[in-house]
């Protein structure tokens, strides 16, 4: 996992902290087991941006998993 803080200012000048994080994701090649999965769903129950990649040409397995991420953040966000 890699990750970078950084100290920014919006346009009003108000200060605000960005992290950026890259994880292993849902059926890495890397995977050892369950310890990727729980740092990604870490991962996503903490960001208010996801960006999602994938090696290549997005299929089908890829898009039925950004489904799934869909729903569950939409059922994460439902307890805030």
């Not at 090649?29 to 729980?38: F, L, N, Y």
């Not at 999602?52 to 953040?73: C, H, I, K, M």
């Given at each position: 996992?890699?990750?970078?803080?950084?100290?920014?200012?919006?346009?009003?000048?108000?200060?605000?902290?960005?992290?950026?994080?890259?994880?292993?994701?849902?059926?890495?090649?890397?995977?050892e087991?369950?310890?990727?999965?729980?740092?990604?769903?870490?991962?996503?129950?903490?960001?208010?941006?996801?960006?999602?990649?994938?090696?290549?040409?997005?299929?089908?397995?890829?898009?039925?998993?950004?489904?799934?991420?869909?729903?569950?953040?939409?059922?994460?966000?439902?307890?805030?």
């Amino acid at each position: 996992m890699n990750f970078l803080v950084s100290l920014l200012q919006d346009a009003s000048g108000q200060e605000f902290t960005v992290v950026l994080l890259d994880s292993e994701g849902i059926d890495a090649v890397t995977s050892e087991g369950s310890d990727d999965h729980c740092i990604f769903t870490l991962t996503i129950l903490l960001a208010s941006v996801f960006i999602y990649n994938s090696a290549g040409v997005p299929t089908r397995t890829d898009l039925d998993g950004l489904q799934y991420l869909s729903e569950f953040s939409a059922k994460c966000s439902s307890f805030k």
